[in-house]
Nanobody, 122 residues
Framework: QVQLVESGGGLVQAGGSLRLSCAAS????????MGWFRQAPGKEREFVAA????????YDADFVKGRFTISRDNAKNTVYLQMNNLQPEDTAVYYC???????????????WGQGTQVTVSS
C-alpha cells in the first residue's frame, strides 16, 4: 500500500560518504516510524537505523558506531541515511521500510523498497 523508492547508492572508496534517500508515497508518512536495513551477499537482512514520526528519537545498530545518521523530511515524505567513513564491510543492498504506524490497521506497515546498492572498495 506504500511505495518506497531508495536512491543514492553507488561505489565509493573506504573512508568515503554517501547519502541514501527513500521517498514514500501516500498521505500518512507522518504516522510512520521508518527504518533502514541492509543485506550483504550471503547474509541475512540486518537492521541499520530507525527514526520515529517527529524525529524525536532515533535508533541505530552497534556496527554503525556513530558513522551513520538517519533523518527525515516529512514535508517531502523522505527518509535519509547519511553514511560517513564507509568501510568495505558496509557493502550491501540498503532497503527502507515502514516499521510501525501511529494509526491502527495501517496497511503501509511492512512495506519495503527495492533497495539501493552500496559498494565500498578498499
Amino acid at each position: 500500500q506504500v511505495q518506497l523508492v531508495e536512491s543514492g547508492g553507488g561505489l565509493v572508496q573506504a573512508g568515503g560518504s554517501l547519502r541514501l534517500s527513500c521517498a514514500a508515497s501516500g498521505r500518512t508518512f507522518t504516522h510512520y516510524t521508518m527504518g533502514w536495513f541492509r543485506q550483504a551477499p550471503g547474509k541475512e537482512r540486518e537492521f541499520v537505523a530507525a527514526i520515529n514520526e517527529d524525529s524525536s528519537r532515533t535508533y541505530d545498530a552497534d556496527f554503525v558506531k556513530g558513522r551513520f545518521t538517519i533523518s527525515r523530511d516529512n514535508a517531502k515524505n523522505t527518509v535519509y541515511l547519511q553514511m560517513n567513513n564507509l568501510q568495505p564491510e558496509d557493502t550491501a543492498v540498503y532497503y527502507c521500510t515502514v516499521m510501525s504506524s501511529r494509526a491502527t490497521d495501517d496497511v503501509g506497515v511492512g512495506s519495503w523498497g527495492q533497495g539501493t546498492q552500496v559498494t565500498v572498495s578498499s
